[in-house]
């Protein structure tokens, strides 16, 4: 039992950190700040840019802290659903887009209608962070998923660019193997990954959706299809094997192969470029992804990087509308976040920060307007979505390490992934 001198001490401490500012979550503001608690996940530069934003907007906005609660990709939502189980939401939480539905579902976000101003934001867009008619997300941004090339380790292994208007994927994987054979052993041709958005694209070029009605649109014979590309890049060395990859995928995007130079392509997200090129030293292009000989769609879509919203359980709900309002409609954050979180989706904001652009940002921007027509509008996947990326990792490990046969892999992945969207 705590004696009361010591009780007295704790209190008057707690006391002196009031006056410099500090305040609880849940409702408990000091003096005349509110502490704002706010999460995100990413990288290291990522981190270092929002906290230059959280920056600019306490010094607008002085009676608000903001405190930032970072996390890296692999355990973002693990922590954030313990959290929101526990009615200790974030005030402010970041969700990407395969989680909209499930958080919107389970009465854990609040409605933004009418509380963010989105008068210059597309409509097309901002469509995507809304459930059931309620506005339960902001989009941060928009980007594609796209091939990202390194032109200097290509020419290097004796080859060129490819014509990302015509390429197929044998094509890709035949590149990818010549690469790997004209390099000095340390340098592959591609790197591959088992994002949903890869095999969206992949099932979209035969027709095919995955999502439909509620349910996997994908049949078995796309997801082998799917594989068999992987198959075959690991048997011609066009990549690294399975192990390989597993550590590389585990080791996350700044020690990827094509942000650490030793791989010439690799499927990122267009708003990826600019901390890819960073870390590489070098510069990257985007490329569209290549397509199946016969395909009459390309398949690429417009998707949000990814959404801000507010918890319904804040205390703090002016506030936390605040800050996202500033978020997506103030330049200096605009200025500060540029492509990171996508490219902005108000075009205001865009316009203003357009001359400021690093090449990358730039780069980003004029591919996004070459590819625009082609796009398709944007997918929001249904309650259980935010499974999906774990359900075909797995699987896919199983497959490309030999521990599991395509078509027993198929039929098991299939049946996981409905009984999740049937929740």
Request: a negative charge; glycine letters at 10%; one cysteine or more.
């Amino acid at each position: 039992m705590r004696s009361l001198k010591t009780t007295a001490l704790l209190a008057a401490a707690a006391m002196a950190l009031a006056a410099c500012g500090g305040g609880g979550s849940g409702g408990d503001a000091s003096g005349d700040k509110v502490k704002l608690r706010f999460s995100y996940w990413g990288s290291d530069s990522r981190q270092k840019l929002t906290e230059q934003v959280i920056a600019a907007f306490e010094k607008k906005n002085p009676t608000i802290d903001v405190v930032g609660e970072f996390s890296d990709w692999p355990s973002y939502y693990e922590s954030l659903a313990t959290k929101v189980a526990a009615n200790d939401a974030p005030d402010v939480m970041t969700i990407e887009i395969r989680g909209l539905a499930e958080y919107a579902g389970r009465g854990a976000l609040a409605d933004l209608t009418g509380k963010v101003n989105t008068a210059d934001l597309d409509p097309q867009v901002l469509a995507s962070g809304s459930v059931d008619g309620k506005q339960y997300a902001i989009p941060t941004g928009v980007n594609v998923f796209s091939m990202l090339a390194n032109k200097a380790t290509i020419e290097k292994a004796g080859q060129k660019l490819p014509d990302d208007k015509t390429w197929t994927w044998d094509e890709f994987v035949t590149l990818s193997q010549k690469i790997t054979e004209g390099g000095d052993g340390s340098v592959y041709g591609a790197e591959y990954n088992f994002n949903p958005a890869y095999l969206t694209i992949f099932a979209a070029q035969r027709g095919e959706k995955f999502y439909d009605n509620g349910k996997i649109g994908i049949t078995p014979d796309t997801l082998k299809a799917w594989w068999a590309t992987f198959t075959k890049l690991i048997e011609t060395k066009g990549s690294p094997d399975a192990a390989k990859m597993g550590e590389i995928a585990a080791a996350g995007q700044e020690q990827s192969l094509i942000a650490t130079n030793k791989g010439a392509f690799g499927m990122w997200w267009s708003n990826q470029l600019g901390a890819m090129a960073k870390s590489s030293g070098q510069e990257l292009t985007l490329l569209r992804l290549p397509k199946l000989p016969d395909a009459t769609n390309a398949g690429m879509f417009l998707q949000p990087a990814m959404h801000w919203t507010a918890s319904s359980k804040s205390e703090h709900q002016a506030e936390a509308h605040k800050f996202i309002d500033f978020l997506i409609n103030d330049p200096e954050a605009g200025g500060l976040l540029l492509s990171d979180r996508g490219l902005p989706i108000n075009s205001k904001v865009l316009e203003a920060i357009k001359s400021k652009l690093p090449p990358a940002d730039q780069q980003t921007l004029t591919f996004l307007d070459s590819v625009k027509s082609e796009l398709s509008p944007v997918i929001v996947p249904p309650k259980g979505g935010s499974k999906m990326e774990d359900i075909l990792k797995r699987y896919s490990e199983a497959v490309t390490s030999g521990q599991q046969s395509p078509d027993e892999a198929a039929t098991k992945l299939l049946e996981e992934a409905n009984a999740a969207l049937a929740g």
